[in-house]
T-cell receptor
Framework: EAQVTQNPRYLITVTGKKLTVTCSQNMNHEYMSWYRQDPGLGLRQIYYSMNVEVTDKGDVPEGYKVSRKEKRNFPLILESPSPNQTSLYFC?????????????FGNGTRLTVT | AQSVTQLDSQVPVFEEAPVELRCNYSSSVSVYLFWYVQYPNQGLQLLLKYLSGSTLVKGINGFEAEFNKSQTSFHLRKPSVHISDTAGYFCAVGLSGNTGKLIFGQGTTLQVKP
């Protein structure tokens, strides 16, 4: 089954404790992206990747890191999480960056930072 | 700056009634328009999109939307809703010349009551 898999689904952590949210897709997609979803703000892009070893900042990259060492994986790293990073996070992928191809989303990771 | 506004955060409606979810955008360049749906505890999935051509676009599950360039709107409609349509709905805009980047609205929660 074609899918984008995120882990974990839920995560509670404390301020400053490094964490990684994994994202993997099995569709051989070139383009991958991370979003955060906050009430009243919709989805905002954090980082995106056009291909292996190619990443770029989205609209809200501060406090986050990503890597794209393999085509299928695009982990999101929070080196020193803070409470304002409490949010619902989505990973998405697409065959390319064009608008003809819809984004395929994972089921989300709900992160709470205390 | 480009932006997307969904005027209603929540829309309650009775089953089998018609519904319209409103979306307005601001942009100085040509746009591509999308509606995504988010069912509880799931990621977003594409409902429909407007890239070019006919301004009336039909999507999955009986939804349709009309692009109105003069009013910069892309409202989503369904003539008769079902309980299963209860979900979050997000309007998104893609900008010509900036391939792949989507700007999402704040989202509208459709609550279908029996």
């Amino acid at each position: 089954e074609a899918q984008v898999t995120q882990n974990p689904r839920y995560l509670i952590t404390v301020t400053g404790k490094k964490l990684t949210v994994t994202c993997s897709q099995n569709m051989n997609h070139e383009y991958m992206s991370w979003y955060r979803q906050d009430p009243g703000l919709g989805l905002r892009q954090i980082y995106y990747s056009m291909n292996v070893e190619v990443t770029d900042k989205g609209d809200v990259p501060e406090g986050y890191k990503v890597s794209r060492k393999e085509k299928r994986n695009f982990p999101l790293i929070l080196e020193s999480p803070s409470p304002n990073q409490t949010s619902l996070y989505f990973c998405a992928s697409s065959p390319d960056r064009g608008y003809n191809s819809p984004l395929h989303f994972g089921n989300g990771t709900r992160l709470t930072v205390t | 700056a480009q932006s997307v506004t969904q005027l209603d955060s929540q829309v309650p409606v009775f089953e089998e009634a018609p519904v319209e979810l409103r979306c307005n955008y601001s942009s100085s360049v040509s746009v591509y328009l999308f509606w995504y749906v988010q069912y509880p505890n799931q990621g977003l999935q594409l409902l429909l999109k407007y890239l070019s051509g006919s301004t009336l676009v039909k999507g999955i599950n009986g939804f349709e939307a009309e692009f109105n360039k003069s009013q910069t709107s892309f409202h989503l409609r369904k003539p008769s809703v079902h309980i299963s349509d209860t979900a979050g709905y997000f309007c998104a805009v893609g900008l010509s010349g900036n391939t792949g980047k989507l700007i999402f609205g704040q989202g509208t929660t459709l609550q279908v009551k029996p």
